[in-house]
């Protein structure tokens, strides 16, 4: 995807919300569950689980955690 | 014989009923005084709060057939299957990303689908017109496809006839009701029935999750069984992990996927249907809580062949239908009723995602073909019509499909159609940040990637047929020495890609009208309670435009 911001904040700053270099952090989940070499494994298991599954399934907190921190750093906050 | 399965079928069908009579009342739910307006109709007056939004985008993304059809393919060919997991975990960051763009601009202009914003910031009504079709004919066998999943629960409870149209009465029939309450209550049908889906669909995954294993002896021997079964077949790809060759195939499946989700004319319409920026950005930290039950659903197929489950026959001699697995998995290790709840969670998980679809391909044709070709000057209230008419054709079609051809071969559009869709990428997701592209770049771009696709889809041979035959292309018919396969949307879309940067160079060398951009930048961060272009302005100003290629 094209880098995040590209046009410049003209008018209306108060608006200009999206600018947070938070959402360079939305980049981790996007890149890491896209590296085989990560989880393409059998061991170590977890709960009889190979990692190929578990470690994909924990991506999934990944995405989580990521999109919640970088919701709250980049949510409207009062009057700014 | 269904007469075996009788407890299954009544559970079924109450179940059934009730959620189709919510879909009726929907109409009154959240109602504003005029349902004639497409806003409205359309897109539930755009008001939906989190909880909606979270239970409609989810059941927008996960249907039927995706509860079906993953544990198959787990079943079928092991880890490969589970690419289902990574390609919904990439999609929400994108989602949070680029589609709140979408938002704030429609927000502001009033856009409705996808087309309509391509149409304003390309100034060009045939890139706009493109967009549209592109959306419908990716849309219709999608709509097929969770017919697919009732049918595979149908089929199991043994309700099958002699002939094509006994065999398919009970789908005609849900299709039917699903048809009336649609064009009824528009996007608050689904809306409110996915409530239900969600909770039966969490109950009975839960339930299974945590009873099958322990029933089949622990997660380790449920493993152990797929791994002995994958050992003993003679394809070099399938396994509980994945090899050299098909490891490219699944991270470009996962992005692929992922990319094609969110520009689903109905993904685009669950959006669009929420109040504000807040309620997107928001949900998509949580609904991620689906992918975890998506990756659980997927380890059933792993469950069924731990469990010796023989999937029934296929439509024809000697073939296997493969989506049969989960549902005789419940049959053989559930009680009755329980096995009839979780049809019930099948069938109507299929009618959620089937309404919103035909919804989405309904507003792409009134807003982007009726409105801008046929009649200029309809009001809202005749929009809103010919919406709710499309969508009931839209789903005649769909029934047609099932009825008058092999399901195998809706299978095959819908992987077309996430090849088709992802065409529109560098118009609709790109065009959402940059207007660098020249409007015939765009559509040279569109039109050579799907030529490009087609084709490497037709070189695509499975052991049963010669074209079509799945999405991993292999790379070595490019001319390289190696076994390895990718999928096709994502070189698809890249050739697109650069092909559109390239004549865009070239129009701009030359000097080549780039029409006037209807959005400013500001427009991109508009929210809620933001004061509406006033459309009457811009429609005057689009009509005394030249036309443009």
Redesign the interface.
Same mark, same amino acid.
């Given at each position: 995807m094209a880098a995040p911001e590209p046009e410049a904040p003209t008018t209306a700053p108060s608006r200009a919300k999206d600018h947070s270099p938070w959402n360079w952090l939305l980049f981790i989940p996007i890149v890491v569950p896209l590296i085989p070499v990560f989880f393409n494994g059998d061991s170590p298991r977890v709960f009889g689980f190979p990692r190929f599954y578990w470690l994909q399934l924990a991506f999934i907190l990944l995405g989580v955690g990521t999109t919640t921190l970088v919701y709250q750093m980049t949510k409207k906050r009062g009057s700014r | 014989m269904w007469r075996d399965h009788l407890t299954e079928i009544i559970v079924f069908s109450v179940l059934f009923l009730l959620v189709s009579a919510m879909g009726f009342v929907a109409a009154r739910w959240r109602a504003p005084k005029d349902m004639a307006h497409l806003d409205e109709w359309g897109l539930g007056g755009r008001s939906f709060g989190g909880w909606i939004t979270w239970f409609l985008v989810g059941g927008d993304l996960y249907t039927a057939y995706t509860f079906v059809a993953v544990p198959a393919l787990m079943f079928g060919a092991g880890?490969a299957g589970?690419f289902a997991?990574?390609y919904t975990?990439?999609i929400? &960051?994108?989602v949070?990303?680029?589609l709140?763009?979408l938002w704030s601009v429609s927000h502001r202009h009033g856009f409705v689908t996808p087309a309509d914003f391509v149409r304003t910031r390309f100034d060009s009504p045939v890139l706009a017109l493109l967009i549209a079709i592109t959306g419908i004919v990716a849309t219709m066998p999608y709509i097929a496809l969770q017919l697919v999943g009732i049918e595979a629960v149908l089929k199991t409870m043994g309700v099958t006839g002699d002939n094509a149209l006994a065999r398919h009465l009970p789908i005609i029939i849900a299709f039917a009701i699903l048809a009336a309450y649609t064009y009824q209550s528009g996007l608050r049908a689904p809306a409110l029935i996915a409530f239900v889906k969600d909770s039966l669909i969490y109950i009975v995954i839960l339930v299974a999750i945590v009873y099958l294993p322990y029933k089949l002896g622990?997660?380790?021997?449920?493993?152990a069984a797929a791994d002995a079964k994958f050992d003993a077949s003679p394809n070099p790809n399938d396994g509980?992990?994945?090899n050299g060759n098909n490891?490219l195939q699944?991270?470009t499946l996962?992005?692929g996927s992922a990319l094609a989700l969110f520009l689903y004319p109905h993904s685009i319409t669950g959006v669009l249907a929420s109040k504000n920026r807040?309620v997107i950005?928001?949900n998509?930290?949580?609904l991620?809580?689906y992918?975890?039950l998506l990756?659980l659903i997927a380890?059933l197929g792993y469950m069924a062949i731990a469990a010796g489950v023989k999937p029934l026959p296929g439509a024809k001699e000697g073939t296997v239908d493969s989506n049969t697995v989960v549902p005789l998995l419940f049959d053989q290790q559930f009680p009755d009723w329980f096995a009839g709840v979780a049809y019930a969670a099948i069938g109507i998980g299929a009618l959620v995602p089937a309404a919103i679809m035909s919804i989405a391909a309904a507003n792409l044709f009134t807003r982007n073909i009726y409105k801008e070709y046929l009649k200029r000057d309809a009001s809202p209230a005749q929009e809103a019509n010919v919406s709710k008419i499309t969508s009931l054709v839209v789903k005649v079609g769909a029934v047609a499909c099932i009825v008058f051809l092999d399901p195998q071969f809706s299978i095959d559009l819908q992987l077309i159609g996430g090849v088709i869709i992802l065409q529109t990428l560098p118009a609709v997701?790109?065009g959402l940040?940059?207007r660098w592209f020249h409007r015939t770049g765009l559509i040279v771009g569109w039109a050579v990637g799907m030529g490009l696709g087609m084709w490497m889809l037709y070189q695509v041979a499975s052991p049963t047929r010669k074209h079509f035959g799945g999405s991993a292309f292999p790379l070595s018919e490019f001319g390289f020495d190696t076994t390895r396969t990718i999928y096709v949307g994502i070189v698809a879309v890249a050739v697109n890609l650069a092909v559109a940067a390239l004549v865009t160079l070239a129009l701009r060398a030359a000097k080549v009208a780039e029409g006037v951009d209807g959005t400013? &930048?500001?427009d991109?961060?508009?929210?809620e309670g933001d004061p509406r272009v006033t459309p009457g302005a811009e429609r005057d100003a689009d009509s005394a435009r030249e036309p443009v290629a």
């Open positions: - | 880890a589970f997991v990574p975990i990439v929400y &960051p994108l949070f990303l680029v709140v763009r622990g997660w380790g021997d449920i493993f509980i992990l994945l490891q699944y991270v996962a992005l807040d950005k928001r998509m930290s949580a991620p809580a992918s975890l990756g380890l997701a790109l940040y940059t400013t &930048p500001d991109y961060f508009a929210d």
